[in-house]
């Protein structure tokens, strides 16, 4: 257990769907992050949370909307995604200076 | 900018034997080293990191690994396996007094511990 936890731990979804992944700790770190791992690819970073500010968003689709209301909780919000969406949703949060990342144990994602 | 190169994708070996998964970097800057495991159906776990101090560095699960500047490389051992070993690692590197989001993950190495 690394302290930083993810709901739901699967989620089938339609393409018309709209859901939402959460991410939760209580760890007293400062930054959080969205991971997308697909199977046979390198970890992609997607969004990166500062003090609750966005700072890196790596090109990702407007379909993905991340939101972060405070220093604990970070969301993705998922609307109209495609088959290769499908993937393992990994949530990580990190103390101030070495960027050492605590990941949740991921949210798997398939989209029909 | 960086980037991390683990040099192989699968490590098979048998249990009880010694095992060594390579990471290579390149940085214009110093950097801080870390190796992640993900187990099956899990997220990504600490293994151990090297930040300064001793070049050798120990982590859990009887894992070890060796910063070497000069060939740029840090490199992760553990002298005798278990089956339980069996996952996917992860090097990676973050800069020094970095802002959040700078780290840099290789693709990953598959170690697979047969009986």
């Known amino acids: 257990e690394t302290g930083v936890t993810q709901t739901p731990r699967h989620l089938v979804m339609g393409m018309t769907n709209k859901k939402s992944l959460k991410c939760e700790q209580h760890l007293g770190h400062n930054a959080m992050y969205w991971y997308k791992q697909s199977a046979k690819k390198p970890l992609e970073l997607m969004f990166v949370?500062?003090?609750?500010?966005?700072?890196e968003n790596n090109s990702v689709p407007s379909r993905f909307s991340p939101e972060c209301p405070n220093s604990s909780h970070l969301f993705l919000h998922l609307h109209t995604l495609q088959p290769e969406d499908s993937a393992l949703y990994l949530c990580?949060?990190?103390?101030?200076?070495?960027?050492?990342?605590?990941f949740g144990p991921g949210t798997r994602l398939t989209v029909l | 900018a960086q980037s991390v190169t683990q040099l192989d994708s699968q490590v098979p070996v048998f249990e009880e034997a010694p095992v060594e998964l390579r990471c290579n970097y390149s940085?214009?800057?110093?950097?801080?080293l870390f190796w992640y495991v993900q187990y099956p159906n899990q997220g990504l776990q600490l293994l151990l990191k090297?930040?300064?101090?001793?070049?050798l560095v120990k982590g859990i699960n009887g894992f070890e690994a060796e910063f070497n500047k000069s060939q740029t490389s840090f490199h992760l051992r553990k002298p005798s396996v278990h089956i339980s070993d069996t996952a996917e690692y992860f090097c990676?590197?973050?800069?020094?007094?970095?802002?959040?989001?700078?780290?840099?993950f290789g693709d990953g190495t598959t170690l697979t511990v047969k009986p």
């Open positions: 940085s214009s800057v110093s950097v801080y």
């Open positions: 990580a949060s990190s103390p101030p200076g070495t960027d050492t990342q605590y």
């Open positions: 949370y500062s003090l609750e500010e966005r700072v």
């Open positions: 990676a590197v973050s800069p020094f007094n970095t802002n959040a989001g700078k780290s840099t």
């Open positions: 090297y930040l300064s101090g001793s070049t």
